[in-house]
């Protein structure tokens, strides 16, 4: 039943889809703004669209990771690729001191506009909307991801995040992002991203599943759905590894997400999680 709603709500187109989803949620949201019960800077359900799970509880897991397995310090400059709308900005604003700063963007200008709202009073949180191309999030326009440039100089952060990012991206964008990331992060810094990646052992649970997540393959690359292309998109661990080389990063930590079947307990994410260093 669940992949067949999955299969419905991406036939929707992506504005449709947000709208169905604070429809849906709009009872509860209603019943939270009046009692008083959203924590600061949560936004409504309804108004949320960067995955399933409880968005506080995600948001301060994946803070204590990038302490913890990139050693983030309150200090730091952070960039926040693909910021939806601020599942972690939020930890992070009680993180970060008057010395680290965070910059966002992401192609989804409601979020982007929400948080542009409530983060006015943290003058060093700054957010931006990326009018690009995604079959998934944005078809307002046609400029693609692998044309577009970071808008910040070289050496600039000491954490590049990415979640659920390169999930929905295509070869060529994911290539060029990967570059941009390796431009603007600073020498010893490090780049924590989420992947659906096919390794040996992904693959056998692949082939083996009566109804597998990836049924669609392209070579290093493989689909969910061939139809909506940017919906979930998993690589080749051997392809990602060529990608990083020629982007001048190298693979520092990689820990397998519990999505092709390992045991929940032993992994730290959903997806792959993979830790970049320059």
Not at 22 to 34: A, G, K, N, V, Y
Not at 161 to 189: C, N, W
Not at 219 to 245: M, Q, S
Request: charged share 20%; aromatic share 14%; net charge positive.
């Amino acid at each position: 039943m669940r992949r067949l709603l999955r299969k419905l709500y991406y036939l929707l187109p992506p504005v449709q889809r947000r709208l169905f989803r604070r429809l849906f949620f709009l009872p509860i949201d209603l019943s939270e703004s009046i009692l008083g019960k959203r924590l600061l800077l949560v936004p409504p359900r309804g108004r949320i669209f960067v995955g399933q799970g409880d968005f506080v509880e995600i948001g301060d897991t994946l803070l204590q990771h990038f302490q913890h397995l990139c050693q983030l310090q309150s200090h730091h400059r952070v960039l926040d690729v693909g910021c939806g709308i601020g599942r972690i900005a939020r930890p992070l604003a009680g993180f970060l001191n008057e010395k680290g700063s965070y910059e966002g963007f992401d192609i989804v200008k409601e979020g982007i506009d929400w948080c542009k709202k409530h983060y006015a009073p943290y003058p060093n949180f700054r957010f931006l909307y990326t009018p690009l191309h995604n079959d998934l999030y944005n078809l307002s326009t046609g400029i693609k991801a692998a044309d577009f440039k970071f808008p910040y100089g070289e050496n600039e952060f000491d954490l590049v995040v990415l979640t659920s990012v390169f999930t929905h991206m295509q070869p060529a964008d994911v290539a060029h992002y990967l570059k941009e990331i390796g431009r603007v992060m600073k020498p010893g810094g490090s780049c924590f991203a989420t992947f659906f990646i096919i390794t040996p052992a992904t693959e056998k649970h692949l082939d083996e599943a009566e109804s597998p997540f990836f049924p669609h393959r392209y070579g290093h690359y493989f689909l969910h759905n061939p139809k909506v292309k940017d919906a979930n998109i998993a690589y080749r661990h051997e392809y990602l590894a060529g990608l990083f080389g020629d982007a001048g990063l190298k693979q520092k930590q990689f820990y397998p997400g519990w999505w092709a079947g390992l045991p929940k307990e032993q992994c730290i994410n959903f997806q792959d999680v993979v830790i970049l260093g320059k």
